[in-house]
Structures are given as structure tokens and as C-alpha cells.
């Protein structure tokens, strides 16, 4: 059973990576368009599958989406300042 876990681990990374690469959005891809980082995650199941967990996936950068702004309270009851004026 030992020597199949590299198999079978390399074979769920691909999986996974190949449906992660047809469910992200195509304008959001990374270095290369989508059917490109397809074709490597399939034809090159590790090297195509690390490329796009390293390279290809998209960030909330590439999607678009706002930076998190760590600095502030998300609710009133979290501002220290809010719940000194109550």
C-alpha cells in the first residue's frame, strides 16, 4: 500500500487542480490562459498541477476584489471607540 500513496496523492492533486482550473474565472487566470494551465495540469500531472497551485491561481488581486482593510472593526460592537460612547 506504501508505495501506491505517491500515486494515489499525485493522482488527487491533479483532480482537484483540474477542476479548480475549470471552475476559476477565465479573466482571473494567472501567466496563461485557462485551457493552457488545462492542457499542463493534465498532460504534466505534478509539475502542471504545482504550476498552477504557485502560478496560475487566481488571487483576489487578479479577481478584482478589494483589499482587506485590516485595521479596522467589522461590527460596532467591535470599535472599542463605539462602545466607549454608549
Do not use: H
Request: proline share 10%; charged share 20%.
Amino acid at each position: 500500500m506504501g508505495r501506491f500513496l505517491p500515486l494515489v496523492i499525485v493522482a488527487l492533486l491533479t483532480i482537484y487542480c483540474v477542476v479548480e482550473v475549470a471552475q476559476a474565472p477565465p479573466y482571473a487566470v494567472r501567466r496563461a490562459p485557462r485551457w493552457l494551465w488545462a492542457v499542463a495540469v493534465i498532460c504534466l500531472p505534478l509539475a502542471g498541477a504545482l504550476g498552477w497551485l504557485f502560478l496560475g491561481r487566481p488571487t483576489a488581486e487578479s479577481r478584482g476584489e478589494p483589499g482587506r482593510n485590516l485595521g479596522r472593526p467589522k461590527a460596532p460592537d467591535d470599535d472599542v471607540d463605539f462602545l466607549r460612547g454608549l
